[in-house]
């Protein structure tokens, strides 16, 4: 089962699923790491997991269209079975996402459908929420709309910052996003029809 991770940043993410697959709970292999940003914390995640890397700097491309497709290109050439999006702080085109609607999901930091979109701890706070959380999902070219496979909540506490609760947000998002990957690479998830099955057996 072949995986290739887009990676913007620090890539705790990435992390978590580095080494999830080194202790044998992903039966699969990260093929490749691809970032848009030269010199991003995860970059060194990979190179030191051994996994090939590759920076793909999107200021060198005139616009969204030509960038997107030469990271499909560069995807292709993987040929891989899953393309996850850990931090990766682009929005892809509806062309990019069409080709890789059903092996292309995302973690975002909200319970789905709450809080698409940016800033959502300080958002939820300021909304007096008391629950938070994260979501894993298929994308689809709406932004953060894509079908839900799983979601972890916490809770919001009383004079919670948006930092803390984004830590506490993050812990989460390290258990989540590699046990869903480990599903999918298990065959476990079935997309059909715009809804998401999970076989638990
Ligand atoms: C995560 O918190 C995720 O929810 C969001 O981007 C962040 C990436 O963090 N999509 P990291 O690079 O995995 O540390």
């Known amino acids: 089962f072949r995986i290739a991770v887009l990676i913007s940043g620090g890539g705790t993410n990435l992390q978590a699923i580095i080494d999830a697959v080194a202790a044998g709970d992903i039966p699969g292999r990260i093929e490749r790491v691809i970032c848009n940003r030269p010199g991003a914390g995860g970059l060194t995640r990979a190179e030191h ?10 200021r060198a491309y005139a ?10 290109e560069r ?13 990766f702080m682009r929005i ?11 092996r292309l ?8 459908p709450a809080y698409r979109g940016l800033h959502t701890h300080q958002r939820a706070i300021d909304a007096g929420e008391t629950r938070h959380g994260c979501s894993v999902h298929y ?13 972890a909540a916490v809770p919001i506490h009383p004079g919670d910052t948006a930092e803390r609760l984004q830590d506490r947000v ?12 480990r599903w999918i690479a298990e065959g476990r998830v079935v997309l059909r029809s715009g809804r998401v099955w999970l ?3």
Request: no cysteine; aromatic share 4%; charged share 25%.
């Open 105 to 112: 999901i995302n973690i975002h930091p909200s319970l789905l």
């Open 63 to 72: 616009d969204r269209e030509r960038y997107d497709a030469v990271l499909a």
């Open 170 to 181: 993050q812990a989460m998002e390290h258990r989540l996003y590699p046990e869903v990957v």
């Open 139 to 151: 994308v689809i070219p709406e932004l953060d709309a894509g079908p839900v496979i799983a979601q």
């Open 199 to 201: 076989d638990d057996e």
């Open 49 to 58: 997991a051994g996994i090939d890397t590759e920076v793909l700097d999107h």
């Open 92 to 102: 892809l085109t509806d062309g990019f996402v069409t080709r890789f609607m059903g």
């Open 75 to 87: 995807l292709e050439a993987i040929r891989p079975d899953l393309v996850v999006l850990a931090g």
